[in-house]
């Protein structure tokens, strides 16, 4: 895991879709941050949940969502895709003034879009303990 802060200039187009992927989030949440959203200027969200666990990432970006996963988890998370940094900043800014507690958050990179939701989810929950306890993780 590297905390090299990234320049639009720098990022890459791992893929051409500019979205978000929302995951697990209820109808009322859903309003909320499609509003935060619009004002950031990401129209496009992906919602999906723990029964698309199964589908990679890339497939879930090209619209081919499996949701015969049956492994069920609870938590909540936002994925941007070819999203530049300071509109997701000015998004995680206005989760915080609508008082939405910061779901796990990733950009995809070119190792996550090969990996399952299930890998993804897996690695930011370990990756926000081990923050929490001031340690390093090794993504798996």
């Known amino acids: ?22 995951v697990n989030f209820n109808n009322k949440e859903l309003t909320a941050i499609k509003t935060v959203s619009s004002f950031a200027g990401i129209k496009d969200r992906i919602v999906v949940n723990s029964k698309n666990g199964n589908a990679k990432i890339k497939d879930i970006l090209d619209g081919n969502i499996a949701d015969d996963n049956e492994e069920v988890w609870n938590e909540k998370a936002i994925i941007f895709n070819n999203i530049p940094t300071n509109r997701v900043s000015g998004f995680l800014d206005g989760l915080k003034k609508m008082k939405i507690r910061r779901p796990l958050t990733a950009m995809v990179t070119e190792v996550s879009i090969e990996w399952k ?17 001031g340690q390093f993780v090794d993504h798996k």
């Open 1 to 22: 895991m590297t905390f090299k802060k990234i320049n639009d200039n720098e990022q890459q187009n791992i893929h051409d879709r500019s979205c978000m992927i929302l």
């Open 117 to 133: 939701l299930n890998t993804l989810i897996y690695n930011l929950k370990e990756e926000r303990k081990a923050i929490a306890k």
